[in-house]
């Protein structure tokens, strides 16, 4: 079965300054989807960015980019320029590309960001 | 836009009792879930529906039941509430798998 393991349980960083979350996984197909999810003190949900497995480029979004490497199976998310507003728990998620539909997540990670 | 909608936010129930939680999306999504979230332990798929009139166990399904009543709703129902299924719970939908999910606001269920 597959697997998603977030070891870092809670981070800080200081305003302005760049952070990374780590991020691995287990499976044993060849094509997925990963994706990183924020959680703010609001309880909402909501799309960070997300990772085609095919795709060796690795995914973008102004601030927020990942380090995506397959053979090790590791998928983290680097967040530049570190702003208040960044403070949340991260989530990590997998899919596979065929087969069930099942979302898999991992445990999060909480970041602080130190004024 | 109304996305996702969960009802009710908040409930406390006692033991025994039964209640089921509500969830509709009007984006027309094929995909619909239903998660529960416990400190330290991340976002924990309960039950899925990949199209209407499929339902799927996910990782923690034991104790509810659910029923996707049409394209648009998922409701998920606890028959004999436990203190164990306190918890906050998500319901949400997606297009296809590799599409965001699109979350709900949760729902806050104490079991007393």
């Known amino acids: 079965a597959q697997t998603v393991t977030q070891s870092q349980p809670e981070m800080s960083v200081q305003e302005a300054e760049t952070v990374t979350l780590s991020c691995t996984y287990d499976?044993?197909?060849?094509?997925?989807?990963l994706f990183w999810y924020k959680q703010p003190p609001s309880r909402q949900m909501i799309l960070v960015i997300r990772?085609?497995?095919?795709?060796?480029q690795n995914a973008t979004e102004n601030r927020f980019s990942v380090n995506f490497q397959k053979a090790a199976k590791s998928f983290s998310l680097k967040i530049s320029d570190s702003q208040l507003g960044d403070a949340a728990m991260y989530f990590c998620?997998?899919?596979?590309?065929?087969?069930?539909?099942?979302?898999?997540f991992g445990k999060g990670t909480r970041l602080h960001i130190l004024p | 836009n109304a996305g996702v909608t969960q009802t009710p936010k908040f409930q406390v129930l006692k033991t025994g009792q039964s209640m089921t939680l509500q969830c509709a999306q009007d984006?027309?999504?094929?995909?619909m879930y239903w998660y529960r979230q416990d400190p330290g332990m991340g976002l924990r798929l309960i039950y899925y529906?990949?199209?209407?009139?499929?339902?799927d166990k996910g990782e923690v399904p034991n104790g509810y039941n659910v029923s996707r009543l049409n394209k648009r709703e998922f409701s998920l129902r606890l028959e004999s509430a436990a203190p164990s299924q306190t918890s906050v719970y998500f319901c949400?939908?997606?297009?296809?798998?590799?599409?965001?999910?699109?979350f709900g606001d949760g729902t806050r269920l104490s079991i007393l």
């Open positions: 949400a939908s997606s297009s296809r798998r590799n599409q965001p999910q699109h």
């Open positions: 499976t044993s197909e060849s094509d997925y989807y």
């Open positions: 990772q085609e497995a095919y795709k060796q």
């Open positions: 998620a997998y899919v596979d590309r065929i087969g069930d539909d099942k979302i898999i």
């Open positions: 984006m027309n999504h094929n995909s």
């Open positions: 529906s990949a199209s209407e009139g499929t339902t």
